[in-house]
């Protein structure tokens, strides 16, 4: 059986940029700040954990995929977005559940994996 959307404690969304992008970053991050109710992670202007490019994160909660993901679809000015539920799985969450505006980026899944043997 498949698992019940109530598995979903909640999502994220990691905006990608390039340094030439990141001004369009800055600004699709301070909207997604103004209008939602989400937690705006670090900036990381280098690759991190399975994430190919540089990228920021953003949480949110289930009750508001229905605003911030169109939002997004509308507003992500261009950039790479990855969408994934927060399942208690990384390595499904990022892979098999995950929703891509934009470019799908090849994650280092390989990462999640040794993250998982490591707990």
Same mark, same amino acid.
């Given at each position: 059986?498949k698992?019940?959307?109530?598995?979903?404690?909640?999502?994220?969304?990691?905006?990608?940029?390039?340094?030439a992008?990141?001004?369009a970053?800055?600004?699709?991050?301070?909207?997604?700040?103004?209008?939602?109710e989400?937690r705006l992670?670090r900036?990381h202007?280098?690759p991190?954990?399975?994430?190919p490019?540089?990228?920021?994160?953003v /949480?949110?909660l289930?009750?508001?995929?229905?605003n911030?993901?169109?939002w =997004?679809m *509308? @507003?992500? $000015?261009? #950039?790479?977005?990855?969408?994934?539920?927060?399942t208690?799985?990384?390595i /499904?969450d990022?892979?098999?559940?995950?929703?891509w505006?934009?470019?799908? =980026?090849? *994650? @280092?899944? $390989?990462f #999640?994996?040794?993250?998982r043997?490591?707990?």
């Open positions: 059986m698992e019940d959307s109530i598995a979903i404690a909640g999502f994220h969304a990691h905006i990608y940029y390039e340094p992008s990141r001004d970053a800055a600004r699709v991050r301070e909207e997604l700040g103004a209008r939602f989400v992670g900036w202007d280098l991190i954990g399975p994430h490019k540089a990228m920021y994160q /949480a949110f289930p009750n508001q995929f229905a911030i993901v169109p =997004l *509308l @507003n992500r $000015e261009g #950039l790479d977005v990855l969408v994934h539920p927060e208690g799985d990384d /499904a990022h892979t098999e559940h995950a929703l505006l934009g470019e799908k =980026l090849e *994650l @280092n899944v $390989e #999640l994996r040794r993250i043997t490591t707990q």
